[in-house]
């Protein structure tokens, strides 16, 4: 961190997009880092922890079709699944691939089932995940019971981050 500190803001971008540029496809490279300063420790344990602020209401929300855009278009079968998923999550156990693998099988006869198959994957794991995960923390740690909102955006293409520009409109008209 103190290195990344003294480069110019030309540099970060540079570096941010070569490690983008040879990230596996549908791979997320960044995410939060504790640092002991800005981030004191993982948001997941820091919400385990009931360390939030218990005053804020939640707006959580995702696209019919979010995980699309991360969805590699070579998976066409269970092996090229399971490789991806391995890529993924590098210390998955046999056990818990076997799950996903029988959950989501790639057995539609169309490239096109083949793929939406493989994307419900992604949503269920990377995104909506969280929402979940976020909904049931604040509920079951907060007293009396906060505003919890939740949406699918199924407006097409309805693919990721599609719901932005709608979310933040609805935003500015729920707070005036």
Known sequence: MEELRTKDTKALLK???ELTYKSPYGYFNFGPSVDGIYVSSLPSIDIKNGRFNKNIHLLLGHTKDDG??????WIRSDDELRSFVQTLFPNITKVALDKIANFYPINATDDKGKIAQFSD???????QCNNYYLSEAKLKLTRPFPFVFRYVFNVPPAVH???VPYTVRMIFLFSA
């Open 15 to 17: 570096s941010n997009e």
């Open 68 to 73: 699309i855009l991360f969805t590699p278009p």
């Open 121 to 127: 994957l992604l949503d269920d794991v990377s995104i």
């Open 161 to 163: 981050a599609a719901d």
